[in-house]
Nanobody
Framework: QVQLVESGGGLVQDGGSLRLSCAAS????????MGWFRQAPGKEREFVAA????????SYTDSVKGRFTISRDSAKNTAYLQMNSLKPEDTAVYHC?????????????????????WGKGTQVTVSS
């Protein structure tokens, strides 16, 4: 069983930066495509960013393009989300997700239903 644990959330001012981390247990992390999703109060969970298992491909929702960067370090079993130029509308609980696959590839997944493992989330609050 794979466990995902997020960290790095917090309170930041409009225009500030945060880096979220997602630490994964298990030896097969390097073959798992990863994603970040967020859920604001009263709203549905939405896709934020995704990265392929190889790290060669990434995808972002339009509202974060140019501000957020997803990356991974397979040696550390960790995925990251660097968030710059944060806005109040980025306030949400951020969850990382992993998809179980047996091989390393370049495909990215943007739908929550495509992921098998989820972290409990970390709160990001951006004040105006």
């Amino acid at each position: 069983q794979v466990q995902l644990v997020e960290s790095g959330g917090g309170l930041v001012q409009d225009g500030g930066s945060l880096r979220l981390s997602c630490a994964a247990s298990g030896r097969t992390f390097r073959s798992y495509p990863m994603g970040w999703f967020r859920q604001a109060p009263g709203k549905e969970r939405e896709f934020v960013a995704a990265i392929s298992s190889s790290g060669a491909s990434t995808s972002y929702t339009d509202s974060v393009k140019g501000r957020f960067t997803i990356s991974r370090d397979s040696a550390k079993n960790t995925a990251y989300l660097q968030m710059n130029s944060l806005k109040p509308e980025d306030t949400a609980v951020y969850h990382c997700a992993g998809r179980r696959e047996s091989y390393s590839g370049s495909y990215v997944y943007t739908r929550s239903s495509e992921y098998n493992y989820w972290g409990k989330g970390t709160q990001v609050t951006v004040s105006s």
